[in-house]
């Protein structure tokens, strides 16, 4: 991870550490309410708290014993007072109830950030993996 001083990077800290406790709350409590995502998996977009509510209630409870650690790499901000944007690579690694590793995967995301109620918030993020022209398949490794 490149050595970046920005206190906006703590959601980086609190989206690894929710998700591996596959914790909701703590999850969603990172999002605005009228947040928008792009995400890799399944639907085109989420629009608002509560259709990514629903995505990550069934993401989180698909896992069963198992674990999600994830990890972020090339790690770039642009920030302002109020609004900042995030961009890096991320890696999902799924990890048995014992944990042993079962899968790995790389993701480009951006995250969109804004003051509000003074903490930051997503208000947009974008995950995207580039595609093989000749295979017309997602490249998940990278």
Do not use: C
């Not at 990550?56 to 896992?63: D, E």
């Not at 890096?88 to 804004?114: C, P």
């Amino acid at each position: 991870m490149n050595k970046i001083e920005s206190p906006v990077l703590g959601i980086l800290d609190a989206y690894k550490a929710s998700v591996f406790a596959k914790d909701v709350e703590a999850f969603l409590i990172l999002y605005a309410r009228d947040v928008h995502v792009f995400d890799m998996w399944g639907a085109w977009s989420y629009v608002g708290i509560g259709a990514w509510r629903e995505m990550v209630v069934n993401w989180f409870g698909s896992l069963g014993s198992d674990r999600v650690v994830v990890g972020f790499d090339v790690i770039q901000v642009v920030e302002t007072s109020n609004l900042a944007f995030i961009h890096a690579f991320v890696t999902f690694k799924g990890l048995s109830g014992e944990g042993v590793e079962l899968r790995a995967m790389n993701n480009r995301m951006t995250i969109a950030l804004q003051q509000q109620g003074g903490a930051w918030k997503v208000v947009h993020q974008h995950t995207s993996a580039p595609v093989n022209h000749e295979t017309l398949k997602v490249m998940l490794n990278r």
